[in-house]
């Protein structure tokens, strides 16, 4: 099986690319847990929902350990911590998406937010796109120097 993609944003090596994801994803997840205390871009009123403390912080915390992973796998070519930026990031995206839906049926969002958490979940895509084709790459890289 080949890799998907060869470059990011069609000009940049995969390795760049990794760089601007985790310091992205990095700033994303360090500035959700300093300026949103009672708000954040999936959950409103965080602090009137007893869950909503519960879900965010580990996606918070788990995002901002993993995006420091994946800058220090891609500088380092370590695949083990691309990979493991793979996982869990594969797993705030599906949270991401379960919190979309409940709140666009629970509480009718306004068209900005909307349209902010779909550009973030658009782009988690294409960034984990971009990530598990580095990671492949590294594997094939591996893989030739072992022979």
């Known amino acids: 099986m080949t890799m998907l993609f060869k470059k990011c944003c069609f000009l ?3 390795n760049y690319g990794c760089y601007i994801i985790g310091v992205l994803f990095l ?3 360090v500035g959700e847990l300093i300026t ?6 999936f959950i409103k009123n965080v602090s009137q929902k007893s ?4 879900v965010m ?4 915390m788990a995002g901002t350990l993993g995006s420091v992973l994946l800058i220090y796998g891609a500088a380092k070519r370590k695949r083990c911590f691309v990979l493991l930026w793979v ?5 705030i995206l599906l949270m991401y998406i379960i919190l979309y839906i409940i709140s ?3 509480s009718s969002p306004p068209p900005i937010i909307i349209a902010v958490q779909s550009v973030i979940i658009i782009g988690l895509i294409y ?13 094939t890289v591996e893989h030739d120097d072992a022979i």
Do not use: E, M, Q
Not at 36 to 41: A, F
Not at 51 to 54: F, H, L, P, S, T
Not at 87 to 91: A, K, L, P
């Open 87 to 91: 996982i869990i990031y594969v797993i």
């Open 127 to 139: 960034s984990l796109l971009i990530v598990h084709s580095f990671y492949r790459y590294l594997r």
């Open 51 to 54: 869950w909503g403390a519960v």
């Open 57 to 60: 912080a580990p996606i918070l």
């Open 12 to 14: 940049l090596p995969l």
């Open 36 to 41: 949103h205390t009672n708000d954040t871009i």
């Open 104 to 106: 666009f049926v629970k």
């Open 27 to 29: 700033s994303f997840h």
